[in-house]
């Protein structure tokens, strides 16, 4: 009777076209690539829910005008039960289902995912509670202990008052000379989606170049560049262009050199965003 259920259950999500099809999976559940913390941060801050799930059931759906556009890759309707929700609202249902488009192994099979554990990054379907939409592509990744400590780490400092908005680029920027051949300040301010961010930089003659992190409308030049893999790193690592754009340096030609060269010693600092999503 269950298993008849389910179907029964499935061909009506089907045929009221309420859940939307998915992207293309290319890691899916059975995510093998090692993930980094940039992907993590990718999946689970644009998500309205993150859960800890147990797969329960999965069901190949036949070819459709909506399969997949890969041959090596099969649809499956997946339910499972949230273990634990690690966002998302209190009365977000415990049986969830969704699509999820999965890798065939090398021999042409669909990985088993019953009984499996996994993390999911989504949204609810309006008016159809128990389905989730993935958010991305491959946004149902293997769970293992160390990923759910990380995605929580991320939506613990996302949740805090003073968390750091998003950035969306470069301003504007200018740089002042010492009075000592050798010093030098620069401010490169920084485009977000709401509070201001700015980037110190002063050099000191004789001395190793220091650059800081000012995260509102004072400059506090003994704040620390941010620790890698944390939020704010994720947001200045990950989200910064590779220079700063010439349209942004036309008012100050005299500096553009400065400035070029002290960005430039920012994003070593920070060191290259990775990222091992297909």
């Not at 999500?13 to 998915?22: H, N």
């Not at 090692?34 to 801050?45: N, S």
């Not at 459709?64 to 977000?92: C, F, K, M, N």
Request: proline share 10%; net charge neutral; aromatic share 4%.
């Amino acid at each position: 009777m269950l298993k008849h259920s389910f179907i029964y259950r499935l061909m009506l999500a089907i045929a009221a076209g309420a859940m939307a099809t998915p992207a293309l999976s290319a890691n899916g559940i059975v995510a093998s690539d090692p993930l980094t913390y940039a992907d993590l941060a990718d999946l689970a801050l644009p998500a309205k829910i993150v859960a800890k799930v147990q797969i329960t059931e999965t069901i190949a759906l036949k070819a459709g005008p909506d399969s997949p556009p890969r041959a090596d890759v099969e649809r499956l309707y997946v339910s499972a039960q949230i273990a634990d929700l690690l966002r998302g609202q209190v009365d977000t249902p415990r049986a969830v289902s969704f699509l999820d488009d999965v890798v065939r192994d090398a021999r042409g099979k669909v990985p088993k995912l019953k009984n499996t554990i996994a993390l999911v990054f989504g949204r609810p379907v309006p008016d159809r509670p128990n389905d989730l939409q993935l958010n991305a592509p491959d946004a149902a990744i293997a769970w293992s202990p160390m990923r759910e400590s990380i995605v929580r780490a991320i939506l613990v400092a996302a949740a805090a008052p003073d968390s750091p908005p998003t950035i969306r680029g470069v301003d504007s920027a200018f740089s002042v000379p010492g009075t000592i051949p050798g010093e030098r300040e620069t401010q490169i301010f920084l485009q977000t989606d709401s509070r201001p961010v700015s980037l110190v930089i002063t050099r000191h003659a004789n001395e190793a170049p220091n650059w800081t992190v000012a995260l509102g409308e004072i400059v506090d030049h003994g704040v620390p560049p941010p620790v890698h893999d944390s939020l704010l790193w994720y947001q200045l690592a990950c989200h910064l262009p590779p220079e700063v754009p010439a349209a942004k340096l036309v008012s100050v030609p005299d500096q553009a050199e400065a400035i070029r060269a002290d960005y430039a010693l920012v994003l070593q600092g920070l060191g290259p965003c990775r990222r091992g999503r297909r």
